[in-house]
């Protein structure tokens, strides 16, 4: 399937009621996520890991890149806002970051049967076109560190942890074909 084909199908996904319930359940587990399982490293204040990128993945695989970019991005401005409504910090280019992510899970994991190498693919893409250059970018706008430095930084622990996503990813896999198989009967 072409990447138009891909949005396009996608796209056509939002009218169905059933895909407009999961992702609504899937980006209220995104927001979750967002809020309670991330985490910074003490020695590494502009490294956040965490989990919220199972819902993404979830969406990307069932619905395609447009579900997948909305429940991702917009997962993001409501994690920040419930979080802490007092302080809002909400971040133009980081949120546009998640939603490229979106895109690019959608892309790479929508219509596909999920081996490993799509996860490995969808994971590297992730990292190399959005997580470490742009999201670098922004945050070496915000925190005036050195692109370079911050990259290098920023590499140590999300390339590593990126291997933990794609081994996440995979043990969802009978799981998800189960789910698809489940939405499709019905």
């Not at 020695?43 to 997948?68: D, E, H, Q």
């Not at 280019?93 to 690019?104: A, K, R, S």
Request: proline fraction near 5%.
């Amino acid at each position: 399937m072409s990447i138009l084909e891909k949005f396009r199908r996608s796209s056509k996904e939002l009218t169905d009621v059933r895909a407009l319930a999961v992702c609504a359940m899937m980006l209220a587990l995104r927001i979750v996520l967002g809020i309670f399982a991330n985490f910074t490293l003490a020695f590494m204040p502009f490294v956040k890991i965490g989990l919220s990128f199972i819902p993404t993945a979830i969406v990307a695989y069932l619905y395609g890149p447009v579900c997948a970019a909305i429940v991702s991005g917009t997962g993001d401005i409501l994690a920040i806002i419930f979080a802490n409504p007092t302080a809002f910090s909400l971040n133009p280019g980081i949120t546009l970051c998640y939603v490229f992510e979106g895109l690019l899970y959608g892309v790479i994991l929508y219509g596909s049967e999920l081996k490993f190498r799509d996860i490995l693919l969808a994971e590297g893409a992730v990292m190399l076109l959005c997580r470490l250059p742009l999201n670098t970018l922004v945050l070496c706008f915000l925190m005036n560190i050195p692109y370079p430095q911050l990259l290098l930084y920023r590499a140590t622990v999300l390339i590593p942890f990126s291997a933990v996503e794609c081994l996440i990813i995979w043990a969802g896999r009978k799981l998800l074909f189960r789910v698809k198989k489940q939405i499709i009967r019905q």
